[in-house]
């Protein structure tokens, strides 16, 4: 079915819905999760059901409850460590398919040198292969050999998953839950695109609190969310 791509922002859409763009339409549109290009470039094709989102100035996604993880070149995620194969570690990042993480993918590692990785461990990395045709490769190094926030996750904390569109709006630079969680409890987290997030603060309780504020996040509304923070912030110890 084909409609107006404006007129469809905040409705829902089914895989196969074309959205159209005015002849006048000159921005260049970037389309996001859930969305492709037609092959003729007048429009986009929701791939994915759910709703249309819209951000100024042309860039469109569909936020859909997603858990299952497809990769996605240069995303960061949470992975395990399955096996040590060779040269290779195995890391299970929830998609199809294992990725792949070479001993040599971290800040320092020579031949000699090899970073201290066991089974079981969590590790934030960077997919720099990732298509139906190939093997997913992981890299926990940037472009410049820096390990840049990524590595080997320490081993306390507590790792737990939620959809992707809940992981996407963590991300977000605005995200008032990540702000005033802060407030309440000092923590460190990572937020895997892969819907994955490791948390840890001075004590298991608070650990478990946070984990489940933002578990809950998916289906509390803005006025519910406040009320649960202003009766957090009255129990803080």
């Not at 997919?127 to 093997?135: C, I, L, S, T």
């Amino acid at each position: 079915m084909a409609r107006s791509a404006e007129e469809a922002v905040g409705a829902v859409v089914l895989a196969g819905d074309l959205l159209t763009f005015p002849t006048t339409h000159s921005a260049k549109v970037l389309c996001g999760p859930g969305l492709r290009r037609q092959d003729s470039g007048l429009g986009l094709t929701a791939c994915k059901s759910g709703i249309l989102r819209h951000k100024e100035p042309s860039v469109y996604w569909v936020d859909s409850h997603q858990k299952r993880y497809v990769p996605i070149k240069g995303e960061y995620v949470i992975g395990i460590v399955t096996t040590k194969s060779g040269d290779v570690f195995k890391v299970d990042v929830g998609g199809s398919e294992q990725a792949s993480l070479s001993y040599l993918a971290f800040e320092g590692a020579t031949k000699r040198n090899r970073p201290n990785v066991q089974v079981g461990d969590l590790v934030f990395a960077q997919f720099v292969v990732a298509n139906k045709d190939m093997e997913p490769e992981l890299v926990c190094i940037d472009s410049c050999g820096r390990s840049n926030g990524m590595g080997v996750i320490g081993p306390d904390g507590l790792l737990f998953k939620v959809s992707l569109s809940i992981a996407r709006k963590l991300l977000s630079p605005n995200c008032e839950v990540i702000k005033d969680l802060g407030k309440l409890y000092p923590f460190e987290i990572v937020i895997g695109m892969n819907g994955r997030i490791w948390v840890k603060t001075r004590t298991i309780k608070h650990t478990l609190l946070v984990a489940n504020v933002l578990e809950s996040c998916e289906i509390m509304t803005t006025e519910q969310r406040k009320r649960a923070f202003k009766i957090l912030s009255e129990n803080v110890l």
